[in-house]
């Protein structure tokens, strides 16, 4: 017969193993499997760029000394259209849906400094006197800042607008009428067919606020890691992107510090569930999402095959998300 002190202890023991299988269950089922998941996306290599030019089917891209420099942003418009800020080239390359190159638009977003110039800046690199790599696009109208200079503290000089429907019509404005962040979409004024997206952001994406328009019910989404950028397809999809942030394996904490290894992209229903989740390696820009649920990203071909090394500069290409039906 057991006595009293050892049969507390006997039960505590219990309690404490109960506790730990949990968690370990726990831990096993909360870390989501894509595989699991109700969407697969599947993958497409539209267009491939082995080495720099200004050709139909060509980018500009370069490396200086420990400082590469290539395109980086990506968008599409309503009829699926697929644009690259092709800077070094001073122009905006039009591509449909097969990488099919359709057009490009002279913008002048790229000048070189003179040896002059750069004799008297303390950066003892290249540098270039005008810079614009960040493109946007609302309501098929492209936009585009241009700083005097690719550092921090460059100053907005101009903002370069690209009218889609328009014939690809491009303007110049100055930019006191705009603030950057009134540019960069983000969540503010994104409607979809059935939900709006709150304009204030929470905990810096690492939840969202959506709001069903018909019953003007909310719902908060906590998001897996902190997201560069919210988008809202045509049926109402939610896409939650992550891009230049460490995305933490699971069992691992989130190290704002670490190097990013890819970009993620988690798609969500109205109601808030998830449906699927896209990993695209070597993505150069914040991937971009079409309103039919495409994911189109700009990405490098890296010489040496770690994100950790992204000067190892071999190539680039673009690829194409495509939602390949419910499991």
């Given at each position: 017969?057991?006595?009293?002190?050892?049969?507390?202890?006997e039960v505590?023991?219990?309690?404490?193993m109960?506790v730990?299988?949990f968690?370990?269950?726990?831990?096993?089922?909360?870390?989501?499997?894509p595989?699991?998941?109700?969407?697969?996306?599947?993958?497409?290599?539209?267009?491939?760029?082995?080495?720099?030019?200004r050709?139909?089917?060509?980018?500009?891209?370069?490396?200086?000394?420990?400082?590469?420099?290539?395109?980086?942003?990506?968008?599409?418009d309503?009829?699926?259209?697929?644009?690259?800020?092709?800077?070094?080239?001073?122009?905006?390359?039009?591509?449909?849906?097969?990488?099919k190159f359709?057009?490009?638009?002279?913008?002048?977003?790229?000048?070189?400094?003179?040896?002059e110039e750069?004799?008297?800046?303390?950066?003892?690199?290249?540098?270039?006197?005008?810079?614009?790599?960040?493109?946007?696009?609302?309501d098929?109208?492209?936009?585009?800042?241009?700083?005097d200079g690719?550092?921090?503290?460059?100053?907005?000089?101009?903002?370069?607008?690209?009218?889609?429907?328009?014939n690809?019509?491009?303007?110049?404005?100055?930019?006191?009428?705009?603030?950057?962040?009134?540019?960069?979409?983000?969540?503010?004024?994104v409607?979809?067919?059935?939900?709006?997206?709150?304009?204030?952001?929470i905990?810096?994406?690492?939840?969202?606020?959506?709001?069903?328009?018909?019953?003007?019910?909310?719902?908060?989404?906590?998001l897996?890691?902190p997201?560069?950028?919210?988008?809202i397809?045509?049926?109402?999809?939610?896409?939650?992107?992550?891009?230049?942030?460490?995305?933490?394996?699971a069992?691992?904490?989130?190290?704002?510090n670490?190097?990013?290894?890819?970009?993620?992209?988690?798609?969500?229903?109205?109601?808030?569930?998830?449906?699927?989740?896209?990993k695209?390696?070597?993505?150069?820009?914040?991937?971009?999402?079409?309103?039919?649920?495409?994911?189109v990203?700009?990405?490098?071909?890296?010489?040496?095959?770690?994100?950790?090394?992204?000067?190892?500069l071999?190539?680039?290409?673009?690829?194409?998300?495509?939602?390949?039906?419910?499991?």
């Amino acid at each position: 017969m057991c006595k009293p002190k050892e049969k507390n202890k006997e039960v505590f023991m219990r309690r404490i193993m109960f506790v730990w299988v949990f968690g370990v269950c726990l831990g096993l089922f909360s870390q989501v499997n894509p595989d699991t998941l109700p969407e697969k996306y599947v993958k497409k290599v539209i267009l491939k760029i082995d080495k720099p030019g200004r050709g139909p089917k060509e980018i500009g891209f370069r490396m200086w000394e420990g400082e590469p420099d290539y395109p980086t942003s990506i968008v599409a418009d309503s009829d699926g259209r697929i644009y690259i800020l092709d800077h070094l080239n001073n122009r905006v390359v039009v591509l449909d849906t097969l990488g099919k190159f359709i057009r490009e638009i002279p913008v002048k977003v790229y000048e070189e400094a003179s040896l002059e110039e750069i004799k008297k800046t303390p950066y003892g690199l290249a540098f270039a006197k005008l810079y614009g790599k960040e493109m946007y696009i609302k309501d098929d109208v492209i936009y585009i800042p241009v700083r005097d200079g690719f550092f921090v503290n460059s100053k907005l000089v101009k903002i370069i607008k690209i009218y889609i429907s328009q014939n690809w019509k491009v303007e110049e404005e100055k930019p006191s009428q705009y603030k950057l962040n009134s540019i960069n979409l983000e969540i503010k004024g994104v409607k979809g067919k059935e939900v709006k997206l709150e304009d204030k952001k929470i905990e810096g994406y690492k939840a969202i606020k959506i709001m069903d328009i018909k019953t003007k019910e909310t719902k908060v989404i906590k998001l897996p890691e902190p997201m560069s950028k919210i988008y809202i397809d045509q049926k109402g999809d939610i896409y939650a992107v992550n891009h230049g942030y460490y995305i933490a394996p699971a069992g691992k904490k989130y190290d704002e510090n670490h190097p990013a290894e890819y970009s993620l992209v988690v798609k969500y229903s109205i109601k808030g569930k998830e449906l699927a989740r896209v990993k695209i390696p070597y993505s150069v820009g914040i991937p971009f999402i079409t309103g039919k649920g495409e994911i189109v990203a700009l990405c490098r071909i890296p010489m040496i095959d770690t994100p950790q090394v992204p000067s190892h500069l071999n190539g680039m290409k673009v690829l194409l998300y495509r939602a390949g039906g419910r499991k």
